[in-house]
Each structure stands twice: as C-alpha cells, then as structure tokens.
C-alpha cells in the first residue's frame, strides 16, 4: 500500500516538473532579434535602396545568446558595405573589420534583414533595417447587436 502511494505521488510530481517545463519552452521570451525577425516575417519591409541608414540594429550571435546595439550602416548595390556602431554619447564608430556573408559574398539584405554577417574573428552578426518594417495592417471593425432586437 505504502509503495503504490510512493509511486502514485511521485508519478503526480514528475508529470508537474514535465509540464512545467514544456510551458517555460513554450513561453520563451523572444530575443531583441527575435522580435523583429517575426515582425517582418509578418508585415514585411519596405525596400532597401542604395543609402546610409542611420537608425539600424546590429545582432551580434554570440552561442545561444544575442546582443544587439544601434548601429549606422552603408547599402552599396543592394549590398552592406559598411557597418558603425553608436555609443551613449551619440559618437559613432567604424566596424573596421572585413566582413562578408557567410557564402564568402558581400551580405545582401533579404526583407529587412540582412544575411549572416561573419569576419575574420568568426563573430557573426545582422542588420535589422527597424525603420523599414511596414506598418501593422488595419483590422475590420467589428459590428455589435443589441441584444434586444
């Protein structure tokens, strides 16, 4: 009796522990390039000309982690061609490492975002063009009945 009580009440805490579990993975907060990945996949972006941008994120993937800073960039032929980073003080800082896409290409920009960016030292890193995401679409307004009718 007491065994089957032992086994009844430790079965009862482990399926908990597994549920409780599955709902934090499920409940994964995004990372700050997360959330913008799913906006564009979402809304979609506005084309990227040839230009500097002045308002951009710049994700550094670092592992499972991500840090992303405020960052200028140049777009030359549909490609990044040069990155800067902003400080608190607003100054801002050439990236003066040589960087390319993973393909060994310059990084081309895809909706918004541009491809994995890597250098020399292996760090990887994204474009966030975050002044390009288009607004969110309107919604129907939805018609009330009285219920008295």
């Keep these: 009796m007491r065994k089957t009580l032992l086994i009844a009440i430790s079965t009862f805490f482990l399926l908990n522990a597994g549920n ?5 993975e499920e409940e994964k907060e ?3 390039f997360e959330k913008y990945e799913e906006a564009f996949k979402e809304r979609g972006s506005y084309t990227i000309s040839d230009n500097i941008y002045r308002n951009v994120m710049i994700s550094f993937f ?3 982690e991500v840090f992303c800073v405020r960052g200028k960039v140049r777009v030359e032929n ?10 608190d003080d607003n100054t801002e800082e050439l990236y ?4 390319q896409s993973l393909s060994s290409e310059p990084p081309s920009i895809v909706n918004g975002i541009s491809e994995m960016i890597v250098n020399a030292d292996r760090e990887r ?6 002044d390009k995401l288009k607004p969110k679409r309107k919604k129907l307004q939805k018609m009330s009945i009285p219920d008295d009718l």
């Design 96 to 99: 003066d490492k040589n960087f």
């Design 62 to 64: 670092e592992g499972e």
């Design 30 to 32: 995004l990372n700050c």
């Design 20 to 24: 409780s579990i599955a709902q934090e």
């Design 78 to 87: 549909g490609y990044v061609s040069a990155i800067f980073y902003y400080y």
């Design 125 to 130: 890193l994204r474009v966030v063009f975050i």
